[in-house]
């Protein structure tokens, strides 16, 4: 889309001495284009934003994945003591 508004800016600065009676309607579009640049500008910063936050959210989903394999890991670590202990126990006299 800039290249087109390049292009056209060119086209422009050529024909400037050819005023001609469609001069209003290039300069319309010529503004029309600026507006839609500026548009897709905005966008393109909601979109890198999102993919941030996206990004940020994946990372915590990440943690929160190995805090629970480490909290399996710890259950299962404490579990494998308890049946030593009760092993123990009844070995006792």
Do not use: C
Not at 42 to 68: C, N, P, R
């Amino acid at each position: 889309v800039a290249s087109l508004g390049v292009a056209l800016g060119a086209l422009a600065a050529v024909n400037a001495a050819d005023a001609g009676p469609n001069d209003g309607e290039i300069a319309a579009l010529h503004d029309e284009i600026a507006a839609e640049e500026a548009e897709i500008a905005v966008l393109a910063q909601q979109v890198g934003t999102a993919e941030q936050q996206v990004s940020d959210l994946l990372a915590l989903i990440a943690e929160g994945d190995q805090a629970i394999m480490n909290l399996e890991a710890d259950i299962a670590e404490a579990g494998a003591r308890v049946a030593a202990e009760e092993h123990e126990l009844q070995v006792l006299p």
